[in-house]
């Protein structure tokens, strides 16, 4: 991106502040994570993506232009490519996708608790929709499986960040991707675990021009309202956007929405990744 980073940064943060919009705020119109808010006005992120600049501007019902000065504003557009099927921005599922799942979860918290990891599979997945669309607190499942179990203290993050291993394939597509597309995560997951893992440094830490936390925006794939609000982020039309998944219900909803699909397969990363990247070819 031809332009003073730190400057452009600064710009959207005055902006932001006339608008009378605080960082929190604005993060929950725009959809962008506050610690990518916070990188970029402070000039953290070097080269902010023209979708998330986009994003931002549309928020904030100002142009690019009036924030990059004299830069032409084509100068953003260059970045942007379109693969040979169209599509411009690619949402990633996490859990078998960045990271390969979390089963061997369960039969740790088996021999912790005594129960069998049939049991406590089967109690995990009865409040797992529940807290993963916000409509539970993590504390309260934890409580909820901690009493069904007989396991005082007993915390899912801990076991869950134990447990799961980053897939370094997807991320090495994810960090080539990044330079060309908008690119975002779109997750059924638990509140706060996105961070969990970014922390942990399991999934790429890069700038994310979106993330859809199911636990965040109270819907669950497949349902046809995630990938509605999905498309709208995005900022782009529904056949531009290509979704990798590892589960066929989600794919099968997103295809629904005229969205090209990508079945990721967490048992054979290195041909799936390959299929990811084919998929966003251009000329």
């Known amino acids: 991106m031809a332009m003073n980073e ?3 940064g600064e710009a959207l943060q005055q902006a932001r502040k006339n608008k009378g919009l605080t960082q929190q705020q604005l993060c929950q119109v725009t959809g962008l994570s506050y610690s990518t808010l916070a990188k970029i006005e402070r000039g953290a992120i070097k080269s902010p993506s023209v979708f998330t600049v986009a994003q931002i501007t549309s928020a904030l019902g100002i142009s690019i232009d009036e924030v990059v000065g ?3 504003s084509k100068t953003l557009t260059n970045q942007r490519k379109t693969a040979k099927n169209g599509v411009k921005f690619v949402y990633f599922d996490i859990n078998g996708c960045l990271v390969r799942f979390y089963y061997r979860a369960f039969t740790q918290v088996a021999l912790d608790s005594g129960a069998s990891p049939e049991q406590v599979e089967e109690i995990f997945w009865r409040y797992n929709s529940e807290v993963c669309s916000g ?3 993590l504390e309260q499942f934890n409580k909820k499986i901690a009493e069904k179990i007989n396991l005082p203290g007993f915390k899912w993050q801990e076991y869950y960040l134990k447990a799961v291993s980053p897939i370094k394939e997807t991320a090495e597509v994810i960090a080539w991707a990044t330079q060309y597309y908008g690119l975002g995560i779109l997750t059924n997951i638990m509140p706060g675990q996105i961070d969990d893992v970014i922390k942990a440094g399991l999934i ?3 700038q994310y021009d979106q993330i859809i936390d199911s636990s965040k925006v109270g819907l669950i794939k497949p349902d046809p309202a995630i990938y509605e609000l999905a498309t709208k982020r995005a900022g782009v039309s529904p056949e531009e956007i290509l979704f990798v998944d590892d589960e066929r219900a989600n794919l099968t909803e997103a295809s629904k ?9 967490a048992f054979d ?3 799936s990744a390959q299929k990811t990247r084919d998929a966003l070819a251009f000329n």
């Open 6 to 8: 730190v400057g452009l």
């Open 70 to 72: 004299s830069v032409p």
């Open 135 to 137: 409509n539970l607190e």
């Open 204 to 206: 790429p830490d890069i």
């Open 257 to 265: 929405q005229g969205w090209h699909t990508l079945w990721f397969d």
């Open 269 to 271: 990363t290195e041909k």
